[in-house]
């Protein structure tokens, strides 16, 4: 059986500036998503957990330095965590630096009937280009997923289609991959041309638009679980849908 024990939830977006509001308005629309968790902790170099006070100014502080610091919700029975890692521009599509927010929930009922909430609000206060909340079972497989002939030959597992590296995709605002949830900002709506009213039937259904006129998407009604034959079939049916996404599209 796969394993659904966390959803990861990752958005990317352009890089930190000094002073830069985006972590804060992550982490205040995560909050907002998910009422009753505050992330008011962080996590020592030996693991201790440290209450943090003066939680903004103490990531406000962090920002300056170019940081998306890791904040907690400090219950180690229920781990809820955010921080953002910067990508340098040879690692990234069309050669510009990029922000990766990670954020990991406890998959449970509270945290799927919120998930899109989640997404959406990570996303866009991170004003993220592209991204998705998918069970940590499904997200491994679908990471497999990313092939080069020359650093990571190999094949896709479950018969998905290969997807190129992201230094070797054109613009940073087609996404790498799919997932459960998927984040597609108004420009990633347009590159990967979603939506078309005849052919997005089904996932039109199960979408939502945001503030900011991108889509909140989700593949399936439940979590993502490649196991289940239905699950796996509609992940290819939205991969054959967008060729574009993983930049497998013919120039």
């Known amino acids: 059986m796969t394993t659904q024990s966390t ?7 352009p890089a930190l500036a ?19 968790v505050r992330l008011e902790w962080r996590i020592a170099d030996d693991g201790r957990l440290i209450a943090l006070p003066q939680r903004d100014a103490w990531l406000t502080e962090g920002t300056k330095e170019g940081r998306f610091p890791l904040v907690c919700n400090g219950d180690e ?31 449970d009922k509270a945290v799927i ?40 030959p190999g094949v896709p597992p479950r018969g998905l289609p290969a997807l190129k590296l992201p230094e070797k995709i054109r613009a940073p605002e087609i996404p790498h991959r799919l997932g459960w949830l998927n ?25 939502r638009r945001t503030a900011t006129g991108g889509w909140v998407v989700q593949l399936t009604d439940a979590p993502l679980d ?3 034959p239905a699950h796996l079939d509609a992940l290819l049916r939205a991969y054959e849908r967008f060729p574009e996404i993983g930049g497998r599209a013919v120039p």
Do not use: C
């Open 183 to 207: 984040y597609w900002s108004a420009p990633a709506a347009q590159a990967i041309g979603f939506p078309d009213p005849t052919r997005d039937a089904e996932l039109l259904s199960r979408a």
């Open 18 to 36: 000094s002073k830069d509001a985006r972590t804060l308005a992550v982490v205040h629309g995560m909050e907002r998503a998910l009422p009753g």
């Open 77 to 107: 029975s229920y781990p809820v965590t955010i921080f953002g890692s910067q990508i340098p521009a040879r690692q990234s599509p069309g050669g510009q630096p990029l922000l990766d927010v990670h954020a990991e929930l406890p998959l």
């Open 226 to 228: 490649l196991d289940n």
């Open 113 to 152: 009937a919120a998930a899109a909430d989640v997404l959406g609000d990570v996303a866009e206060g991170a004003h993220a280009f592209w991204g998705h909340a998918t069970p940590s079972g499904a997200g491994v497989e679908i990471a497999r997923q990313t092939r080069d002939p020359a650093r990571k």
């Open 7 to 13: 959803l990861d939830v990752i958005v990317y977006a």
